[in-house]
């Protein structure tokens, strides 16, 4: 009797098949792994725009338009010096003809050079005058410099350069000290500590503000990222909610729903996500539609490229779609009907090749599979995924929610922990504050200062107008 056929039906055979696809996935999650954290960057996930610009080469013109804008800035934000340099005296003389009389030829030749000046702090002594009269029954005194903390020794513009330090460049406070030391200042970490939550405190009511600007939003992007606690020792979380360019921060200490059904409550609108669970009473019946992340399908696509080299596919059509909206935003014509229109005639089609494409194929890996992965994500989330065709104000990822995280990543490697959920929820405030400065291209140590001296006393129903994104400096 010959072996048993190959075709041949057993428990034994559906095991070992069984164990096959387990072990398949296991060793595609370890190298997806390995690739992410120890490969070289021609192995990650590359830039959505650096392979669209495969399509759509840079513009030399735009090119020379951000040089243009970019020395412009130098004019106005660097101080100039102009430094003379004379011809030598034993050069004044003409060798052609003997002759002294030489003239300047226009204002001379520039050139340019920059150079760095140490920053310094100053300390400024207020001198109060006090008088008596000859009497003996009568004493007074100058009023003192107006302060937004009573009695405090250090200014507004010091403890906004604390803030924009630790929340914009993720400086730490050790760090600081060390810095500010060098500079003529020996501070405590303790009282640089002080400094940022009391500024936190003051400015509560304007990330709160902007907090409900943005959950009223017609569409709103969100995501999370951890950020470990101190007391008690456990992981707490930074949500970001933004829109448009406004961009709020919340702390929790957990990853529950709770957080963006606090947020969003009962508003209605889109809100852009991943498929987290957490967000589905958000956007059960009667909440926000849900739209998904074109960009998280991609990444799956792409982790699934060494095993199933036809995952070129998908990633291709991904790529065309994204050449659709740079068109739009080189045309200036983003988010308006305009863009609608370009969407339905070039990226609908693109979509609709690739939903026949992920279904044809959909049954011809197996489900754990990296490439039976990457589709069953696809096609279950088809819906979510083809929103932005239906509205060219909502984007096809959730990549600017993922960006504006990263501030908070980096301060996770060099701060390592907030001591506990208040300071979590004031480092979050302060986020909000710093990061929809940058969005709207405000310098935040500016405006921190301006705004920590009019808070306190500013009425509360013009509150918006000490807004990043509305604000005028009162200077």
Not at 9 to 31: P, Q, S, T
Not at 145 to 173: M, N, W
């Amino acid at each position: 009797m010959g072996p048993p056929a190959d075709d041949h039906d057993c428990g034994w055979k559906i095991r070992a098949a069984d164990l096959e696809a387990k072990l398949e996935e296991v060793v595609a999650k370890m190298a997806a792994m390995e690739r992410r954290i120890l490969g070289p960057k021609s192995e990650k996930l590359p830039a959505i725009e650096r392979e669209v610009r495969k399509e759509r080469p840079v513009d030399p013109a735009g090119t020379q338009a951000t040089r243009r804008k970019n020395a412009e800035l130098r004019a106005t934000r660097v101080v100039s010096e102009d430094v003379p340099h004379k011809v030598p005296a034993a050069e004044r003389g003409c060798p052609k003809c003997d002759g002294t009389d030489l003239r300047p030829v226009g204002d001379g030749r520039v050139s340019t050079v920059l150079d760095y000046v140490p920053g310094y702090f100053r300390r400024r002594q207020h001198i109060r005058e006090t008088l008596a009269c000859t009497c003996g029954d009568y004493i007074v005194t100058a009023p003192g410099p107006d302060h937004s903390v009573e009695g405090a020794r250090y200014g507004d513009s010091f403890r906004a350069f604390v803030v924009t330090s630790k929340c914009a460049d993720s400086i730490p406070l050790y760090r600081q000290a060390k810095q500010m030391s060098r500079l003529g200042i020996p501070i405590s970490r303790s009282t640089l500590t002080d400094l940022l939550h009391q500024a936190a405190r003051q400015l509560a009511p304007l990330s709160k503000r902007l907090l409900a600007l943005v959950a009223a939003a017609e569409v709103v992007q969100a995501d999370e990222t951890s950020l470990k606690m101190q007391d008690p020792n456990k992981r707490g979380f930074v949500w970001t909610f933004l829109a448009d360019k406004l961009i709020a921060y919340v702390f929790s200490s957990s990853r529950s729903g709770e957080t963006p059904s606090t947020v969003l409550g009962a508003s209605t609108g889109t809100l852009v996500v991943d498929m987290y669970t957490g967000y589905n009473e958000v956007t059960s019946a009667g909440g926000r539609t849900r739209a998904a992340c074109l960009a998280h399908a991609r990444r799956r696509f792409f982790d699934a490229l060494p095993y199933a080299p036809e995952a070129r596919t998908p990633l291709e059509m991904i790529r065309d779609v994204y050449v659709v909206e740079h068109d739009a935003k080189a045309e200036g014509i983003a988010r308006t009907d305009e863009h609608m229109k370009l969407r339905r005639a070039r990226a609908r089609p693109i979509m609709d090749r690739l939903h026949a494409w992920l279904v044809e194929r959909q049954d011809q890996h197996a489900p754990k599979s990296p490439m039976g992965s990457a589709l069953r994500y696809a096609v279950n989330n088809w819906t979510e995924l083809t929103r932005f065709l239906d509205d060219a104000r909502i984007p096809p990822d959730n990549n600017r929610s993922e960006s504006a995280l990263r501030v908070v990543a980096l301060g996770r490697k060099n701060f390592l922990f907030v001591g506990h959920e208040q300071a979590g929820a004031n480092i979050a405030g302060l986020y909000s504050l710093t990061a929809t400065c940058e969005a709207n291209g405000v310098e935040p140590i500016a405006y921190l200062t301006d705004v920590l001296g009019r808070v306190g006393s500013h009425p509360a129903s013009a509150l918006d107008d000490l807004l990043p994104h509305k604000w005028r400096s009162s200077g």
